[in-house]
C-alpha cells in the first residue's frame, strides 16, 4: 500500500480510502481511491506507515512527533498477512508537499 500511494502522491493524487465496487457478485473487487486538486499540479503526498501506539499517551507523542516533521494523521488501517485470521495494524501518516484546501489537512473521510 505505501508503494502505491506514495506513487500516485507523487502524481499529486491523495488517498482518500477504498471502495467495494460490484456487478457481477463473482467479481467484486475493492479498489484504493485517490483524488487529485487539479487546480495544484504541483501538490505531492507522501506516505508512512508506523506501528499503532500502545496507550493514548504514546498515540498522542507519536502524532505530536509526526506532525512536528509535517506529517498528518490518517488513521489505522488493519492489514491480512499469510495467515488468514491474522492481520497486521499500522497508523498510516501523509506528508503534503506544495499543497492549500482540504486535501491537504487531515479531514478524512473528504
Not at 492489514?79 to 506528508?95: E, M, N, R
Request: with cysteine.
Amino acid at each position: 500500500f505505501i508503494a502505491q500511494a506514495n506513487a500516485q502522491g507523487q502524481l499529486g493524487y491523495r488517498f482518500i480510502g477504498a471502495n467495494v465496487f460490484t456487478g457481477d457478485p463473482a467479481d467484486q473487487q475493492v479498489r484504493n481511491v485517490y483524488l487529485r486538486d487539479a487546480s495544484q499540479s504541483a501538490a505531492t503526498f507522501t506516505w508512512s506507515a508506523l506501528d499503532p501506539a500502545n496507550s493514548a499517551a504514546a498515540f498522542v507523542q507519536q502524532a505530536n512527533a509526526q506532525a512536528q516533521a509535517g506529517a498528518v494523521f490518517y488513521g489505522e488501517n488493519a492489514y491480512p498477512t499469510a495467515d488468514p485470521l491474522v492481520f497486521t495494524v499500522k497508523s498510516f501518516y501523509f506528508t503534503p508537499s506544495n499543497c492549500t484546501g482540504i486535501l491537504c489537512r487531515a479531514e478524512s473521510p473528504l
